[in-house]
């Protein structure tokens, strides 16, 4: 009987490696080498505590074309991954200074590897879990090898999402949801933005996020700052508060934004949020499988013509995908060829950033065959605080 996982079912990790095995086999690669904290936790079912916290003890996971998929981590963490992985194979190591390369080579060494081709993560949105010195000294010790790019692999595999997958993101999406509902009415005047971050973030603990992100801006002047942490600045009478946050269930993240002004919205500040609301809406109903990622930009961009308006809140792209990070491929942006396909999350998020605030209401989506399912939501009008 094959070896269960804590978090998901050891079923929801073998069809992961059985795609992997396909999409390897179609690009010849013989052996995927992967270090990336989330490509980790997606096929290893071992979750690390936020590598933010700690990058002493790097995890390691090894697929070959064939034979069983192996692990290498930290004796410090043995006991938690041999608990909560399905991975037999399990290998540890002990220095907090330098890599087990060595070992990791006679692991490699030790599959039959014909074409002699490992991917590693060293493309788009990919990052190396090991010190670069000693992926180089990696590399070297296994000079008979080619290196390639598994990027397109993973992103290929991580852009669709199983329905366990989905559930976890409909459930961030509802946690962070009572964050906003239940954590605006409580700002005050004269708060500061760490405070307003603290009751919000609050909310989602309490209806069990098990991490959290947050970004806060406020006031005249400080509007452009759309992509910063909350300060110690006080709001005032007239300032819009706009918040971008997220819940985490099972590594598995939310991301929207809303908005309130402490005293209440003025005339101009209700008519470009409800532009933005109007726009944002025209941008969902295009959204289905099988439409090109630029055609809604397309769309976005010529309802904001007719309407005298074009997008300044300038992310780079008008949404992107979300699960094992808040942000991640595809983006919703010409640049980016993808083609929505059934189960891919996504956002839709164009804004304006003006003097007198920030008008965006960011939406979460599941890309169905038919159109879209939008996630559990906040009111999208702007809250009046205070």
């Not at 406020?218 to 910063?228: A, D, F, K, L, P």
Request: aromatic content about 8%; glycine content about 10%.
């Amino acid at each position: 009987m094959p070896k269960q996982s804590v978090w998901f079912p050891t079923e929801e990790y073998q069809n992961r490696i059985h795609k992997a095995r396909e999409f390897m086999q179609r690009d010849g690669i013989d052996l995927l080498f992967l270090t990336g904290d989330r490509n980790y936790v997606y096929f290893a079912g071992h979750r690390p505590i936020t590598p933010e916290g700690t990058i002493a003890r790097p995890n390691y996971f090894i697929l070959p074309l064939d034979g069983d998929p192996h692990l290498m981590v930290h004796i410090f963490v043995e006991g938690d991954a041999a608990k909560t992985s399905w991975i037999e194979k399990l290998s540890t190591y002990t220095s907090l200074l330098e890599a087990p390369v060595k070992e990791l080579a006679e692991i490699i060494r030790g599959y039959s590897v014909k074409g002699k081709k490992i991917g590693a993560e060293l493309g788009q949105e990919q990052r190396i879990g090991m010190p670069v010195r000693d992926f180089l000294l990696l590399r070297e010790e296994l000079n008979e090898f080619e290196w390639a790019d598994a990027a397109p692999i993973l992103w290929q595999m991580r852009m669709i999402k199983s329905q366990r997958e989905l559930d976890c993101i409909r459930r961030a999406k509802a946690i962070t949801t009572q964050g906003y509902v239940e954590g605006f009415p409580l700002v005050k005047e004269g708060m500061t933005e760490r405070e307003i971050a603290s009751l919000l973030t609050g909310k989602m603990v309490e209806h069990r996020a098990e991490q959290f992100w947050i970004m806060v801006t406020s006031g005249r002047g400080n509007y452009r700052r759309i992509s910063g942490k909350p300060t110690d600045r006080k709001v005032r009478r007239g300032d819009m508060v706009w918040v971008d946050m997220g819940a985490a269930v099972n590594d598995y993240w939310a991301d929207f934004s809303r908005a309130g002004v402490m005293g209440g919205p003025s005339a101009d500040q209700r008519k470009y949020q409800q532009l933005v609301i109007e726009t944002t809406e025209v941008c969902i109903r295009a959204v289905k499988a099988g439409v090109p990622g630029g055609q809604i930009v397309d769309i976005c961009e010529e309802e904001l013509r007719k309407r005298g308006v074009e997008i300044s809140f300038n992310a780079g792209r008008l949404g992107h995908g979300i699960g094992l990070l808040f942000t991640e491929p595809p983006s919703i942006a010409k640049w980016d060829p993808v083609v929505l396909a059934e189960n891919m999350v996504i956002s839709i998020e164009p804004g304006l950033v003006r003097d007198d605030g920030v008008f965006q209401t960011e939406e979460n989506l599941i890309v169905t065959g038919e159109g879209c399912e939008i996630l559990a939501q906040a009111p999208q009008e702007l809250w009046t605080l205070g």
